[in-house]
């Protein structure tokens, strides 16, 4: 009787989880949802659909692509140009190499790499 009622009482606290994650909570101030989304769209003045709201998003992603092509949001460093970093060594090739710390291995994850130029097993500072 008791393992019977254990498994009801289980079964019915799993249900009300599974409800409560799966549906958004109503709001408790009287408003409904399509209320409070009608507002949300409402509220910026520059709107997609408007005129001032495309040339808004046209500009923008012109001073992003400009950005861009300037350098200033690329993540990383770019590869040297290894011409006659070699000594006459052909390929000279850039790669990254490790970084030698001094504090040996550390907790972080994270090992600093910097850029050299490569021909065959020789390395050079570029």
């Not at 850039?94 to 130029?117: F, R």
Request: net charge positive; proline share 7%.
């Amino acid at each position: 009787m008791k393992g019977t009622f254990f498994c009801i009482l289980l079964a019915l606290q799993i249900v009300s989880f599974v409800a409560a994650a799966r549906g958004p909570f109503l709001p408790t101030d009287g408003t409904s949802l399509l209320a409070q989304e009608k507002l949300q769209k409402s509220s910026s003045p520059f709107t997609i659909e408007s005129k001032e709201g495309l040339m808004n998003i046209k500009a923008m992603l012109e001073t992003r692509k400009e950005a861009y092509d300037k350098g200033v949001s690329k993540i990383g460093s770019s590869p040297p140009n290894c011409e006659n970093k070699c000594y006459g060594c052909v390929p000279c090739e850039a790669i990254q190499v490790p970084s030698k710390s001094h504090l040996g291995i550390q907790y972080a994850n994270y090992e600093p790499e910097s850029w050299k130029c490569k021909c065959g097993i020789s390395f050079y500072s570029p």
